[in-house]
């Protein structure tokens, strides 16, 4: 069994700035990718950034220059720092993570319960 806990979401004015944490816990053997994901209200889940076991990235256009990834391997952790927010940053943001659990040969794909990010203009 496998969970991610999500944590940091929250209200903020724009142009301010929250950190997203995504802990995962269980009977892990490996983590590939681990990223975050976002609803908004009448739009569909898309990708923010997702970072891989090599540290490679991947980001939606929309958030260059104002959002960075980052994962503690150590902790099973990763982490989203959302700077320079804007109103259409508001959404529910979904941590993801791709998990090898016990002796399992492939990894499945796993997701938080989400964390709401609101920002006021």
């Known amino acids: 069994h496998v969970q991610l806990v999500e944590s940091g979401g929250g209200l903020v004015q724009a142009g301010g700035s929250l950190r997203l944490s995504c802990a995962a816990s269980?009977?892990?053997?490996?983590?590939?990718?681990m990223g975050w994901y976002r609803e908004a209200p009448g739009k569909q889940r898309e990708l923010v950034e997702a970072?891989?076991?090599?540290?490679?990235?991947n980001y939606v256009a929309s958030v260059k220059g104002r959002v960075t990834i980052s994962r503690d391997n150590a902790k099973n952790t990763v982490y989203l720092q959302m700077n320079s927010l804007k109103p259409e940053d508001t959404a529910i943001y979904y941590c993801?993570?791709?998990?090898?659990?016990?002796?399992?040969?492939?990894?499945?794909?796993?997701w938080g319960q989400g964390t709401q990010v609101t920002v006021s203009s």
């Open positions: 993801n993570a791709q998990i090898r659990v016990g002796f399992a040969f492939v990894a499945n794909n796993y």
């Open positions: 269980g009977r892990i053997f490996s983590i590939n990718s």
């Open positions: 970072i891989t076991s090599s540290d490679s990235t």
